[in-house]
């Protein structure tokens, strides 16, 4: 059976420090990955999508990046942090086809930026 | 331009009544739907979708949702809520036409009253 890995859980990082988060699946090959941010617990925002090692489409202008350097890794990154990226961090891959293939979340990573 | 609408911040009803969380959709084609639901500090699960067939769809811990094409929607179903059923719900919609994201709604808060 598939699993996602996200990690760490939490994190509280200092503005203008880096970031890495990380996510891996395991029992598939060649996913769709995709980065969501949850603000307030509600809405989510999708920020990078990737159908394949190295290639990354950004939906949202920022100051994150997304890189797949393995099939079935995924990182989040950025170079300096905002108090604003602060948030919950979810990662998700789907199977492709994908168009009526669910989305299949791993447990998220609780971001605070001060 | 996909979009879907949960009308409803939160809903609260009675353990053994049944429950009914709201969902609306616009696509410009034929929509795949899906439920998911979320725990406190948690990723998203997926309980249930419709790709086409039955309009009754039946998913996990017994929940079902009606897909309403005249009335573009596809509220979520349970006949008798549980405590545990406590949590937040969101609706999401693909168009068939295979776009990477899922447009997810804002998310409806159940809370099921002992």
């Known amino acids: 059976s598939q699993t996602i890995h996200q990690w760490p859980a939490t994190l509280v990082q200092p503005v203008g420090s880096p970031l890495s988060l990380e996510c891996t699946v395991e029992?598939?090959?060649?996913?769709?990955l995709y980065w969501y941010r949850q603000a307030a617990g509600r809405g989510l925002q999708l920020l990078f999508y990737?159908?394949?090692?190295?290639?990354i489409s950004s939906e949202v202008p920022q100051n994150l990046s997304a890189s797949r350097p393995q099939d079935r890794q995924f990182i989040l990154s950025s170079k300096k942090l905002l108090l604003s990226d602060s948030g919950f961090y979810l990662c998700?891959?789907?199977?492709?086809?994908?168009?009526?293939?669910?989305?299949?979340f791993g447990n998220g990573t609780r971001l605070t930026v001060t | 331009a996909q979009s879907v609408a949960q009308p409803e911040d939160q809903v609260n009803v009675a353990e053994g009544n049944p429950l009914t969380v709201k969902c609306t959709y616009s696509?410009?084609?034929?929509?795949?739907l899906f439920w998911y639901v979320q725990y406190p500090n948690r990723g998203l699960q997926f309980l249930l979708k419709?790709?086409?067939?039955?309009?009754l769809v039946k998913g996990s811990y017994g929940f079902e949702a009606e897909f309403n094409k005249s009335q573009t929607s596809f509220h979520l179903k349970k006949p008798s809520a549980l405590v545990s059923d406590s949590a937040l719900y969101f609706c999401?919609?693909?168009?068939?036409?295979?776009?990477?994201?899922?447009?997810f709604g804002t998310g409806t808060r159940l809370t099921v009253i002992p």
């Open positions: 998700a891959w789907s199977q492709v086809p994908h168009a009526n293939s669910p989305l299949h």
């Open positions: 990737s159908v394949g090692i190295g290639q």
């Open positions: 419709y790709i086409t067939g039955d309009n």
């Open positions: 029992g598939t090959s060649n996913p769709n």
């Open positions: 696509v410009s084609g034929n929509p795949y």
């Open positions: 999401a919609v693909r168009e068939k036409t295979g776009a990477n994201n899922l447009f």
